[in-house]
Nanobody, 122 residues
Framework: QVQLVESGGGLVQAGGSLRLSCAANGTIGSMNAMGWYRQAPGKQRELVAR???????NYADSVKGRFTISRYNGENTVYLQMNSLKPEDTAVYYCNAVRSYYSGRLERYEYWGQGTQVTVSS
């Protein structure tokens, strides 16, 4: 029922910018946390940035100062502003969302987008 719809990926020159967006559709509940992961060829998937419903944020060290994650336009919509892009940022970026609640017992749901390609050329 829930799907994460990603957009904003593409090809950009080094030093350029892109903004990724992800909307969680098909739910009336808010996500506790949303974020972006990325996976480059031959590498493990890594957390890029994450934001909670309380607007707490964390970033991978490699993107601090360059990327900004936000949920200003809706609890179930997340944006990743990527500035000063580097070739090493090239990867497939995946939106992630988590919804947890307690109703007699703990329930946890995690959702993933299908990924959007970001390619940074030198």
């Amino acid at each position: 029922q829930v799907q994460l719809v990603e957009s904003g990926g593409g090809l950009v020159q080094a030093g350029g910018s892109l903004r990724l967006s992800c909307a969680a559709n098909g739910t009336i509940g808010s996500m506790n946390a949303m974020g972006w992961y990325r996976q480059a060829p031959g590498k493990q998937r890594e957390l890029v940035a994450r934001i909670t419903s309380a607007r707490s944020r964390n970033y991978a060290d490699s993107v601090k100062g360059r990327f900004t994650i936000s949920r200003y336009n809706g609890e179930n919509t997340v944006y990743l502003q990527m500035n000063s892009l580097k070739p090493e940022d090239t990867a497939v970026y995946y939106c992630n969302a988590v919804r947890s609640y307690y109703s007699g017992r703990l329930e946890r749901y995690e959702y993933w987008g299908q990924g959007t390609q970001v390619t940074v050329s030198s």
